[in-house]
């Protein structure tokens, strides 16, 4: 969502995507917290655990800086750039920023390494959801902040208070939710 390239990554199931998002909760002693706080994680978590002596940063630029572009992670895990405004309104609950950012770790966590030069999609390319980096970095997201096991309701305005998601991140991810029989 943040760029308007695609990247062909290694396929992975949506099952493997959720389970790491769990994971991240888990390691984080946040599996029972339905807002995850997204910025303290990239913020201050991130750079302490990948360890900033392997260069690792978290950036926040200028618009001028990054252009149309949201968020921005380095291919080779290096950083991760959140656009200016972006990070203003995710600091303030923002539910469409806060998914951003949450893309964003998604490519870092899952394509660190892979987005070779080579694997960017042409423009009419349509590739399958489970090879699309960037579908891939979405369910990360949907799952990172809207947990299976944390929903037990179908009501959108609710689900967008309680977890800190847009009207239509909370939306998709109830008609998903009820479609799969899990509410
Ligand atoms: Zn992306």
Same mark, same amino acid.
């Given at each position: ?6 990247? $062909? ?11 790491? =998002? ?11 917290? %339905? ?11 991130? /750079? $302490?655990?990948?360890?900033? +002596? ?21 291919? +080779? ?20 920023? $806060?998914?951003?950012?949450?893309? +964003? ?11 070779? /030069?080579? =694997?960017?999609?042409? /423009? ?9 980096? +960037?579908?891939? =970095? ?8 809207? %947990? ?20 239509? =991140? ?14």
């Amino acid at each position: 969502m943040s760029s308007s390239y695609d990247y $062909r990554v290694t396929p992975l199931g949506w099952d493997k995507v959720d389970g790491l =998002a769990n994971q991240i909760r888990g390691l984080l002693k946040l599996s029972d917290i %339905p807002c995850f706080p997204i910025v303290e994680v990239l913020e201050q978590v991130l /750079p $302490r655990l990948v360890g900033s +002596e392997d260069g690792f940063s978290f950036q926040v630029c200028s618009e001028g800086e990054m252009g149309s572009a949201e968020g921005l992670t380095c291919p +080779e895990g290096t950083f991760i750039r959140v656009r200016e405004d972006v990070y203003d309104e995710a600091c303030c609950g923002g539910g469409r920023a $806060r998914f951003t950012l949450s893309h +964003e770790l998604g490519h870092f966590l899952l394509h660190t390494g892979q987005n070779q /030069p080579l =694997a960017r999609a042409r /423009p009419n390319e349509k590739l399958r959801a489970f090879e699309s980096a +960037e579908k891939q =970095a979405d369910r990360f997201a949907a799952t990172l902040l809207m %947990p299976f096991h944390l929903l037990d309701e179908d009501d959108v305005s609710s689900v967008m208070g309680r977890f800190g998601v847009s009207k239509s =991140a909370a939306t998709v991810k109830l008609e998903k939710m009820v479609k799969d029989g899990l509410l």
